[in-house]
């Protein structure tokens, strides 16, 4: 039987409490959707202290090592990158009679956070990645406000690495630049979550990599929504209960964000569109309220968290709440409470949370991300593009004023929501991705040498 390794760090961690983002996830669910179909022998690696599905074949790395993976700064998030990498990659080099080259594909749960490819391919393994964060697109647009494209900085590596200046690079840049490359460089799959990340990393990466062409190695597979495992849950009397804990009226305006407290995520943009239409008078005597359901992330998340805490208490009108970390149950009954859910990220790969939302019947306003117009039509929701980040605020809230001022519209994209979210099943893009796998496991073809 074909065998796929299925590395992620992110992956062994008790999803209903960790708040580890979409990535882990995704992993988790692919893990559930490929125990259940039996079709291949599955390996997982990861770094959290539990089996993602009960009994499957499951090794925790760094052994020994225990990281807590949602408090991570740069630095540390950084080393952990390394120590995970090591481990992983030795791991399968030391087992290569268990796991033939032939018989075995590996496929990476992301790419900063990965195995070393290229002794893995050396070695004749497939590779196959999961692309959840093209992480110099998310560097330029978190950390240089996007002064320059992309491609341009990918090409200013490259200098760099012709040159022989790559070793010069703090092993941070490193985790973003040369990992990446290194995904690119070795993968025979890369699976995409959009179009628009595609075309971004074809335009980065254009000539990269062995045998055929670059767009011809990758695959587009939108991850769509989780199929609903709750049952017997008492929703109605959670969300009456909800109701009342936050003096939600029949005619209060609920607005709702979903994600990890994280920068990328935009929250403060919606936070200033808010206080924008607070001075214009736009909600008049009407109640308005704001639910950012999430907890903070890695990376800054702490202190974003903060600062969102104080711009929350400088609106007067909009009762802001931070009800945190929500599992699926929770979840369920918190959208119930919305009509309308804003996504304002500044950089989503995919938008997990905007699929979540159509799924509860929920109206989405989101920003111009990665996947979002592959997602969204126009019956159940709106997309606000960001021309700068300095007219973002303002642009957003002219959407959400003419949005809530139409109650019956909302309503209307409420249904057309669950009609959307009913045609996208995530069991569509797990099989997709065990596909690519089995195409490559079972091959004695060997990557061609650099």
């Known amino acids: ?34 125990m259940r179909a039996g079709s291949c022998e599955l390996t997982v690696l990861g770094s959290g202290p539990v089996a993602p599905v ?41 087992r290569g009679q268990r796991f033939t080259p032939q018989q075995t594909c590996v496929l990476v749960n992301d790419v900063a956070e990965g195995p070393a490819l290229a002794p893995l391919a050396r070695a004749g393994y497939p590779i196959v990645s999961i692309w959840h964060v093209d992480v110099v697109d998310y560097f330029n647009k978190l950390y240089l406000h996007r002064l320059v494209a992309p491609e341009r900085l990918t090409r200013l590596y490259e200098r760099c690495r012709r040159w022989g200046l790559s070793g010069a690079v703090p092993d941070l840049l490193r985790v973003v630049f040369e ?23 074809s335009r980065c ?10 767009e011809s190695r990758m695959r587009v597979v939108p991850w769509g929504a989780f199929e609903d495992e709750l049952s017997g849950e008492d929703t109605e ?45 736009a909600f008049g005597a009407r109640d308005v309220v704001l639910l950012i ?25 909009v009762r802001v709440f931070f009800p945190g970390y929500l599992d699926a149950a929770s979840k369920k009954a918190y959208f119930r409470l919305a009509q309308l859910f804003i996504s304002p990220s500044v950089h ?81 893009a797990a099989d997709a991705v065990q596909a690519s796998c089995l195409e490559f496991a079972g091959s004695s073809l060997l990557e061609a040498r650099p």
């Open 54 to 94: 009960s009994g499957m074949d499951y090794v925790r790395l760094p052994s020994g090592a225990a990281y807590d993976v949602v408090r991570l700064s740069e630095f540390d998030y950084a080393r952990f990158c390394r120590e995970f990498e090591a481990a992983t990659t030795q791991w399968l080099l030391a």
């Open 205 to 214: 990466y254009a000539g990269l990599g062995p045998g055929a062409g670059l």
């Open 293 to 317: 359901c999430g907890e903070a992330a890695f990376m800054q998340g702490a202190a974003y968290q903060r600062r969102l805490r104080r711009a929350a208490e400088r609106l007067r009108r």
């Open 1 to 34: 039987m074909a065998k796929i390794i299925f590395i992620g760090s992110h992956l062994g961690y008790p999803m209903e409490r960790t708040p580890l983002g979409g990535g882990a996830m995704v992993g988790l669910r692919l893990c559930r959707h490929w």
């Open 237 to 281: 009397s959670r969300v009456a209960e909800l109701r009342g804990h936050y003096q939600i009226s029949p005619q209060s305006a609920v607005l709702m964000t979903l994600s990890r407290i994280a920068p990328e995520k935009g929250i403060h943009i919606l936070l200033e569109a808010l206080q924008l239409l607070e001075r214009e008078s």
């Open 348 to 428: 989503e790969s995919y938008g997990l949370n905007v699929v979540e939302a159509l799924q509860a019947g929920v109206a989405v306003l989101a920003s111009d991300h990665y996947g979002v117009r592959e997602i969204l039509d126009d019956g159940c929701g709106r997309v606000v593009p960001y021309d700068s980040l300095a007219e973002a605020p303002r642009r957003l809230s002219v959407e959400i004023s003419e949005l809530l001022g139409d109650s019956a519209r909302l309503q209307a994209m409420g249904r057309r929501a669950l009609e959307r979210a009913a045609g996208m099943p995530f069991s569509k």
């Open 179 to 201: 990992k990446q490359r290194e995904t690119v460089r070795h993968s025979r799959r890369l699976l995409v979550p959009s179009r628009a990340m595609a075309e971004t990393i």
